[in-house]
């Protein structure tokens, strides 16, 4: 087998080839990749028993993103998203920090949140002590609730208690779920202890259930990239297009991150010109949560990509990361660019609340095939790696609109998109693409006349 997520000129191959390709890295056997993905891994009949008033199924494009490294482990990693550019723009990210030596990622202590509400408390600082003091019943409480979780190392770790005032406590469980998201977990021990919380706190019991607020349970990238790779990225983007004729700049004296870096004369930005701007658009997100926000969406990108495609859920992520990124009081970004010395670093710090046990992935083939793509084991290596491809976004997003600005590539790839529903076939899409996107009238009318000109022209 050969190893490794780096495969240049991988997307200029068949979807066969590309299948065949991938099989052949990640060790999953060709004919179960194909038969997974077989009308997208999903028929009406098995989507009967997950959902309610099923019609059918919506299928969405699946695809991978190549060069990630994380930990020194590469990784092909599947995503699953409708948005031209993803894929391309985090792979292309990840190859700029692959060759500073790849992502470096860790995850915290793994805890997810099991929250009781208590009200009409009479006496909160005595209903608060009364429930610390009694913290090895609770437990013990809790830890019978989840006898497998148990058998599986996992469970109930600990508790803490809070007066939110008005005669409100909550109180909170900490559970270790391991390898599952543990949201049936965390809410089976919600409602195992909430009858007998209540009574030790004399109030009225309330909700039972987790918090998608999971700031036990983080995971934090950093990387960093070399000012030649960021130029060199920049030559390659849009599909590798070829580089400008002019000769790159010579290399300027480092302009402080507080000043505009110089424009662009002719379309070739220095490294170094890149990495100031990618600084300077940090600050924009962290002094302006209207920036915050696009930027995020910018992480979650590639981010709900790998947890889509991994059958997580992904309204959890999000709800997790946006409360995580507000908890200052100022919402602000999840992923931080800085310079160090002529490199530019990134860091990334977000709750992430992943499974690679239970779910969807009872009965999706695609999201199982998609864990045995990415070789790996646990959960807590597919946050690492579904975050580490959420810095790839940020960073291609920064980067792009940091140059050229980020229409060119989008366009260049909706265009595509457009051909394909004017009902261009094979090799008629790029044609008809090329040309629409070049006319810059992006539009079905537009790409519907290419093609008729094309077939007739034959
Ligand atoms: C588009 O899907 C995401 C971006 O808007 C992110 C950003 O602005 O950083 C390009």
Redesign the pocket.
């Known amino acids: 087998m050969t190893e490794g997520s780096r495969i240049p000129g991988f997307y200029r191959l068949t979807i066969a080839e590309r299948r065949s390709l991938v099989a052949e890295r990640s060790g999953v056997p060709l004919e179960e990749l194909e038969a997974a993905l077989r009308r997208g891994g999903l028929d009406a009949e098995k989507a009967d028993k997950v959902v309610e008033n099923v019609l059918g199924t919506y299928a969405l494009p699946f695809g991978v993103a190549l060069n990630v490294r994380v930990n020194a482990r590469d990784h092909l990693v599947p995503m699953v998203v409708e ?1 031209p550019s ?1 894929i391309a723009a985090a792979s292309n990210a990840a190859r700029m920090i692959r060759a500073s030596g790849g992502f470096t990622a860790e995850v915290s202590e793994a805890l997810m949140t099991a929250q009781v509400q208590i009200v009409s408390v009479p006496h909160p600082a005595e209903a608060v002590a009364h429930l610390v003091n009694a913290t090895p019943k609770l437990l013990e409480l809790a830890r019978a609730a989840v006898p497998n979780l148990l058998a599986r190392g996992g469970g109930p770790r600990e508790i803490e208690v809070r007066d939110l005032g008005s005669g409100m406590i909550v109180l909170h469980v900490y559970v270790d779920c391991r390898d599952a998201m543990g949201a049936n977990l965390v809410n089976a021990i919600a409602e195992a202890i909430g009858p007998s919380a209540a009574e030790l706190a004399r109030g009225v019991l309330g909700l039972r259930i987790l918090s998608n607020l999971c700031d036990r349970r983080r995971v934090r990238v950093r990387c960093r990239v070399h000012p030649r790779d960021l130029a060199l990225a920049a030559k390659e983007r849009a599909h590798e297009a070829p580089p400008p004729s002019t000769e790159p700049a010579s290399q300027p004296a480092r302009s402080a991150p507080s000043e505009p870096p110089a424009a662009p004369a002719d379309g070739w930005v220095d490294g170094r010109v890149v990495a100031d701007r990618i600084v300077l ?1 940090s600050r924009f997100a962290e002094l302006d949560p209207y920036r915050a926000a ?2 995020n ?2 992480v979650m ?1 590639g981010v709900d990509a790998v947890v889509l495609a991994s059958g997580n859920d992904f309204r959890a992520v999000e709800a997790g990361a946006h409360a995580y990124a507000a908890r200052s009081g100022r919402y602000s970004p999840l992923v931080v660019w800085r310079r160090d010395g002529d490199d530019l670093t990134g860091e990334l710090e977000m709750p992430l609340a992943l499974g690679t046990v239970g779910g969807t992935l009872r009965v999706h083939p695609v999201a199982q095939v998609a864990l045995r793509l990415m070789r790996i084991s646990s959960a807590d290596e597919l946050s690492m790696i579904a975050a580490s491809v959420g810095m790839a976004s ?1 960073l291609a ?2 980067r ?2 940091a140059t050229e600005g ?1 229409q060119r590539g989008h366009m260049s790839l909706h265009a595509r998109s457009v051909a394909v529903a004017a009902g261009a076939l094979g090799g008629e899409v790029e044609r008809v693409a090329l040309v629409i996107a070049e006319e810059r009238s992006i539009t079905v009318e537009s790409a519907t006349r290419v093609l008729a000109l094309l077939r007739t022209s034959r």
């Open positions: 948005e993803v658009a696009t930027h969406k910018g990108n940020n997003a920064l792009a609109l980020i």
